[in-house]
């Protein structure tokens, strides 16, 4: 079956940086959409950033644009998301996931059919 498994959440301090991991398997990754989401209590989930098959095309929200890096590498199944300068208002769990193959990039959940477990970012003041 499908299985997205993030990694590299964790406690920084506001200014750091993480690198989060996706590994994917179960689906033909190098032919699949990939987005990230995060959701903070009380708030709607959202698209930080997403990447088409090829990593050729990429979306940021606002919220990232200029300081998180989509990219992915096809031979090992992984997407990365890479977080500078983070923000308090970064904290929230960051989701992987994956949406049906030779779609077109997309920025929205209901788009997505396949989701990780979730990592815990927390960026302290």
């Known amino acids: 079956q499908v299985q997205l498994v993030e990694s590299g959440g964790g406690l920084v301090q506001a200014g750091a940086s993480l690198r989060l991991s996706c590994a994917a398997s179960?689906?033909?990754?190098?032919?699949?959409?990939m987005g990230w989401f995060r959701q903070a209590p009380g708030k709607e989930r959202e698209c930080v950033a997403a990447?088409?098959?090829?990593?050729?095309?990429?979306y940021y929200a606002d919220s990232g644009k200029g300081r998180f890096t989509i990219s992915r590498d096809n031979a090992k199944n992984t997407v990365y998301l890479q977080m500078n300068r983070l923000k308090p208002e970064d904290t929230a769990v960051y989701y992987c996931?994956?949406?049906?193959?030779?779609?077109?990039?997309?920025?929205?959940?209901?788009?997505?059919?396949?989701w990780g477990q979730g990592t815990q970012v927390t960026v302290s003041s």
């Open positions: 179960g689906l033909p990754f190098s032919s699949s959409p």
């Open positions: 996931a994956a949406s049906a193959p030779y779609s077109r990039l997309r920025t929205r959940a209901h788009e997505y059919g396949y």
């Open positions: 990447i088409n098959w090829s990593g050729g095309n990429t």
